[in-house]
């Protein structure tokens, strides 16, 4: 039996990857255009940019290298081999001295200098520096950015169901609205549904940062229930806004944020399976009532808020790595 592909099937692959390779183009021509302008002095900074744009930035940079180019890398390689191959290759025409390699956090610093060049620096995750005046209300539990299967999204439903039936007074506010860059995933909008027919408020669109940030501040404990099998080594710049506002915040165990929760001694931090609802629900309840409350950070917390400033960050950024 034939099993090989119509014609068809073989033009469609052609054209499409004729078309990648197009942009490709397109897009490495834009980058050396925009670093033509700079100078010795220039620093250039690329931050969360998939490993594909990476490896293009910086081709076009090392092409004609005038100033730095600090690139913030934010994903994890999972262990997967042929990831590993992508970091690898995208990072395989940086040099020392005009390419400056960070992550935001320590752990994906050290998972991903051995697949670099050179050692990659670190630089934390930063936030705003805007501290709202709205006030927290008590019980609003919020759950912020695009819906993402990797985020927990579809573990929403179960945990708000098991609050409403436990009568908790809980009253979540759900950022659910879709990512534009993945692919139709119809679970999400199943629990969208879901959560809807719950009861629970439902914000479809995306915000400006003022208004996200008020949104933040309105709750008085954020559920970040992340996938700790990807999140392991992975920030989180809700995480950080929510723990500078005072609010508490639930996340998943086995996360960076759980692991930076103890290492930091964040106090409003409380780390659960968030494929168990009893317990995250219980957990929710216990966020809630230390979010209410007015927050003076430790010392310890108060310097990793202080780091995550966006002139602290800026300033760590051109220091360049050590």
Same mark, same amino acid.
């Given at each position: 039996?034939? !099993?090989?592909?119509?014609?068809?099937?073989?033009?469609?692959?052609?054209?499409? &990857?004729?078309? @990648?390779?197009?942009?490709?183009?397109?897009?490495?021509?834009?980058? #050396?255009?925009l670093?033509?302008?700079?100078?010795?002095?220039?620093?250039?900074?690329?931050? !969360?940019?998939?490993?594909?744009?990476?490896?293009?930035?910086?081709?076009? =940079?090392?092409?004609?290298?005038?100033?730095?180019?600090?690139?913030?890398?934010?994903?994890?390689?999972?262990?997967?081999?042929?990831?590993?191959?992508q970091?690898? $290759?995208?990072?395989? #025409?940086?040099? *020392?001295?005009h390419?400056?390699?960070?992550?935001?956090?320590?752990?994906?610093?050290?998972?991903?200098?051995?697949?670099?060049?050179?050692?990659?620096?670190?630089?934390?995750?930063?936030?705003?520096?805007?501290?709202?005046?709205?006030?927290p209300?008590?019980?609003?539990?919020?759950? =912020?950015?695009?819906?993402?299967? $990797? *985020?927990?999204?579809?573990?929403?439903?179960?945990?708000?169901?098991v609050? $409403?039936?436990?009568q !908790?007074?809980?009253?979540?506010?759900?950022?659910?609205?879709?990512? @534009?860059?993945?692919?139709?995933?119809?679970?999400?909008?199943?629990?969208?549904?879901?959560?809807?027919?719950?009861?629970?408020?439902?914000?479809?669109?995306?915000?400006?940062?003022?208004a %996200?940030?008020?949104?933040?501040?309105?709750?008085?404990?954020?559920?970040?229930?992340?996938?700790?099998?990807?999140?392991?080594?992975?920030?989180?710049? %809700? =995480?950080? $806004?929510?723990?500078?506002?005072? &609010?508490?915040?639930?996340?998943?165990?086995?996360t960076?944020?759980?692991?930076?929760?103890?290492?930091?001694?964040?106090?409003?931090?409380?780390?659960?399976?968030? !494929?168990?609802?009893e317990?995250?629900?219980?957990?929710? /309840?216990?966020?809630?009532?230390?979010? /209410?409350?007015? =927050?003076?950070?430790?010392?310890?917390e108060?310097a990793?808020?202080?780091?995550?400033?966006?002139?602290?960050?800026? *300033?760590?950024?051109?220091?360049?790595?050590?």
């Amino acid at each position: 039996m034939n !099993t090989a592909p119509a014609p068809s099937h073989f033009a469609a692959r052609a054209i499409a &990857r004729i078309g @990648r390779t197009l942009d490709q183009h397109r897009r490495r021509a834009a980058y #050396r255009a925009l670093f033509a302008q700079g100078n010795t002095e220039a620093l250039w900074f690329l931050h !969360t940019a998939p490993y594909p744009e990476i490896a293009l930035a910086i081709e076009a =940079f090392m092409a004609a290298p005038m100033g730095r180019l600090a690139v913030m890398m934010r994903s994890d390689h999972d262990n997967v081999p042929a990831r590993m191959e992508q970091i690898r $290759q995208a990072l395989s #025409r940086a040099e *020392k001295g005009h390419v400056d390699l960070w992550a935001d956090t320590v752990d994906l610093a050290e998972a991903l200098t051995p697949l670099a060049p050179y050692p990659v620096g670190c630089s934390p995750p930063p936030w705003t520096g805007r501290i709202p005046t709205v006030q927290p209300v008590r019980g609003r539990i919020g759950v =912020f950015g695009a819906r993402r299967r $990797q *985020k927990g999204y579809t573990l929403l439903e179960p945990i708000a169901r098991v609050a $409403q039936a436990r009568q !908790t007074g809980l009253a979540f506010v759900v950022h659910g609205y879709a990512h @534009r860059e993945l692919s139709v995933d119809p679970d999400l909008d199943t629990t969208t549904l879901a959560l809807c027919e719950l009861g629970v408020s439902v914000i479809d669109e995306i915000l400006p940062t003022a208004a %996200m940030e008020d949104e933040i501040a309105a709750c008085s404990a954020v559920l970040l229930p992340y996938d700790p099998t990807i999140y392991r080594r992975g920030s989180s710049g %809700m =995480f950080v $806004q929510a723990i500078a506002m005072g &609010r508490a915040a639930v996340v998943s165990e086995g996360t960076w944020m759980a692991a930076e929760a103890r290492r930091i001694g964040l106090s409003r931090v409380i780390a659960v399976d968030p !494929t168990d609802p009893e317990a995250t629900t219980g957990a929710l /309840i216990t966020a809630a009532c230390m979010g /209410i409350e007015p =927050f003076t950070p430790t010392a310890p917390e108060a310097a990793w808020i202080r780091a995550s400033l966006p002139d602290n960050v800026l *300033k760590t950024v051109v220091a360049g790595p050590r």
